[in-house]
């Protein structure tokens, strides 16, 4: 049964650092794996998807990684604003096409 | 619209009522998904449809819940006789076809009391 497991669960910076968040799954039998984000009484909101063909996708300060047959993605966020706290969740798409998500980062970025 | 809506936004029940909870897929997205989330813990998958094809139920918690879709429109989530366990968080998603980019909608906050 695959298992999403991100860490860190939380995550406090100050504005303008570099960071990495971590995802890692079970089993590498997945067809893509998609990043959202989760806002306060929000629904979630897509950020980038990686074809499990695909090594990296970049989207303005974002990039992910995605190394299958590590079990391993990690999403980069440069220069991290305020704006950019949220809860990030992790999620894999198997054969069974519903999506596996993990529990997710939260990130606080202050001023 | 231009994306995934959900109604209501919010409700809230008597333990042992029925709810209805609806999801309006992106025009043209034949995937449409339920997810539930509740409070403190991850999204779990609840049901899946595609196109005309049999529904995936295997995310269904019990014979309580039930999900109808009409072609390749409108879904709606049926809890019947409400737990106080059902309380969280009811997110639908669309998408183009499998396997595609997952889009989701605001949610339904269920509440029973």
């Known amino acids: 049964k695959q298992e999403v497991t991100q860490i860190p669960a939380a995550l406090s910076v100050p504005e303008g650092e570099n960071l990495v968040l971590n995802c890692s799954f079970t089993d590498s039998a997945i067809y893509n794996l998609q990043w959202f984000r989760q806002d306060p009484g929000k629904g979630l909101t897509s950020l980038l998807l990686i074809q499990s063909s695909q090594r990296e996708q970049t989207s303005g300060r974002l990039n992910a990684s995605l190394d299958k047959s590590s079990g391993r993605s990690t999403l980069y966020i440069a220069a991290s604003q305020p704006g950019d706290s949220a809860t990030y969740l992790c999620?894999?798409?198997?054969?069974?096409?519903?999506?596996?998500f993990g529990k997710g980062t939260t990130l606080s970025v202050s001023s | 619209g231009a994306g995934v809506s959900q109604s209501p936004s919010n409700k809230v029940t008597e333990k042992g009522k029925d709810v209805e909870l609806r999801c309006d897929p992106i025009s043209g997205h034949t995937a449409l998904y339920w997810y539930r989330q509740r409070l403190g813990q991850g999204l779990e998958f609840l049901i899946y449809?595609?196109?005309?094809?049999?529904?995936?139920k295997s995310g269904l918690p019990s014979d309580r819940f039930s999900a109808e879709r009409t072609g390749e429109s409108v879904s709606t989530l049926t809890i019947q006789r409400t737990q106080q366990e059902d309380s969280a968080v009811y997110l639908c998603?669309?998408?183009?076809?499998?396997?595609?980019?997952?889009?989701f909608g605001p949610g339904t906050r269920l509440t029973v009391t």
């Open positions: 998603a669309s998408s183009r076809t499998t396997h595609y980019e997952q889009y």
């Open positions: 449809f595609q196109g005309n094809s049999a529904p995936d």
């Open positions: 999620a894999v798409c198997e054969a069974g096409t519903a999506l596996i």
